[in-house]
């Protein structure tokens, strides 16, 4: 698809007024362990996020329904459209990166459907890199206008960025700043996982040089994001962007492990049918959906389990009705059914919070320059507060503002064609953004030319 390349011509310095929440970070260490029958030993690597998101009240969110009327199919796979034929099945081996892999995945696919969408023809989407953005999340380097000095991001942990995990929305705020989707050709995963020795890393530098930091193939045009999970929402996501991705509490006693391969005569490695039974669901495993199947057999779940007590009968465990989320996984095509399983419409990943996101991506070259202070995955909210510094309100309150003045350090007049920001709040978030040039005081943001 042919992009147009426009020379951006405006006055700065400039600024962007605009209400930003974002998140703040909590890192620890997770991982889940597979005990299948397959000698590889595959775990997770999802963090969950430290965030309390904004309740918009009530009288916000009123809005007619998107969805009125609208039908779906009984059954969809992104894998299974002609226009995803790039697309592969990754494998994150022993590295807990599959935040970054279910990110990389649900990125291919959505700008493949992109490129089919805008012009009717196949496209062949170039593999992007999981170990690229996992690297430079965590080694961040300065971006190159050079706003971003001395901004990191940093674990709460002893252990090595590679085996202690993310999240998507790390991810996301990272993709943000231009920096995380080079191609794997240039960025090969095999350069991260020749260092990991039993989950330990053996000192070395980042194998990456810090000038693949901004080589992209690919930049974060927008993001979806779902904390809620609903069931038409998030086919309303899978059909318009290709897949989302999406948390899970992987545990192989919520697999079907008696399931049978009729490939090959004996079970699953790893497992088909996935139904998370546990009331609280502890996320560290993040994975991405491509489709769904509202007929697939609640009986392919079944499972028994032990008895509440010692010398009770076992406990046998069923949904209650059929379907199935399609879920590609990024542990190879020797796990699961082909790298795929199935997870139930009753498993509790779809009951509790969780964290779904779809990407909107677009060339390298759709824009030229990029002004942007923060170069970490957090900041503090924009919400009212008192005198006393507490918040007044738990969502970006009516009247709140902020404003980030930039100057134009690239000799050349620039046009503004774009500006960004992320909100957490549940319901409907109303904004207003303005841009004021040729400032005559820098402490008053609107001194300017309102543009």
Not at 235 to 258: C, P, R
């Amino acid at each position: 698809m042919k992009r147009k390349f426009r020379r951006r011509f405006y006055a700065l310095p400039v600024i962007a007024g605009m209400v930003l929440a974002m998140i703040s970070m909590n890192m620890g260490a997770v991982s889940a362990e597979e005990k299948g029958s397959d000698p590889e030993e595959y775990v997770g690597g999802f963090l969950p996020v430290d965030k309390e998101l904004y309740v918009v009240p009530e009288s916000r969110k009123s809005a007619p329904k998107l969805r009125a009327g609208k039908t779906y199919p009984e059954r969809y796979r992104s894998d299974e459209e002609p226009w995803a034929e790039s697309v592969r099945i990754k494998d994150q081996k022993t590295s807990s990166l599959c935040w970054s892999f279910a990110t990389t995945s649900a990125c291919e696919y959505s700008y493949a459907k992109e490129l089919y969408d805008a012009t009717g023809e196949i496209a062949t989407v170039e593999e992007l890199s999981p170990g690229h953005l996992a690297q430079f999340f965590y080694n961040r380097v300065v971006d190159p206008l050079g706003n971003t000095a001395g901004d990191i991001n940093s674990l709460d942990s002893q252990y090595h960025w590679v085996t202690s995990g993310g999240n998507p929305l790390y991810g996301m705020q990272h993709m943000a700043g231009w920096s995380g989707m080079a191609s794997e050709e240039k960025a090969p995963i095999g350069k991260i996982l020749d260092h990991i020795k039993n989950q330990a890393w053996d000192g070395s530098i980042p194998p990456y040089s810090a000038d693949l930091a901004y080589d992209d193939v690919l930049v974060l045009q927008e993001s979806k994001l779902l904390f809620e999970p609903d069931k038409d929402t998030m086919k309303d996501l899978v059909l318009q962007y290709g897949a989302i991705t999406f948390a899970i509490h992987y545990e192989s006693t919520f697999m079907n492990m008696d399931e049978i391969n009729p490939k090959t005569g004996k079970p699953y490695i790893s497992g088909r049918s996935f139904y998370n039974t546990s009331d609280s669901p502890m996320f560290n495993h993040a994975v991405t959906v491509i489709g769904w199947d509202d007929a697939y057999p609640k009986e392919n779940f079944r499972r028994e389990v032990p008895g509440d007590e010692e010398g009770d009968p076992a406990k046998v465990l069923e949904p209650e009705h059929d379907g199935a989320w399609i879920i590609q996984n990024s542990w190879g095509t020797d796990a699961n059914e082909d790298g795929i399983f199935y997870l139930s419409y009753e498993s509790a990943e779809l009951k509790n919070d969780n964290y779904i996101i779809a990407f909107d991506m677009q060339p390298t070259d759709t824009y030229q320059y990029n002004f942007y202070y923060d170069g970490t995955a957090g900041c503090a909210d924009s919400s009212d507060r008192d005198d006393d510094g507490c918040l007044l309100e738990y969502y970006t309150a009516p009247g709140t503002s902020a404003a980030n003045i930039f100057t134009n350090t690239t000799g050349l007049p620039i046009e503004i064609d774009a500006v960004g920001y992320t909100t957490f709040n549940l319901g409907l978030t109303y904004y207003d953004i303005s841009v004021y040039t040729n400032l005559t005081d820098p402490m008053d943001p609107e001194s300017g030319t309102c543009a």
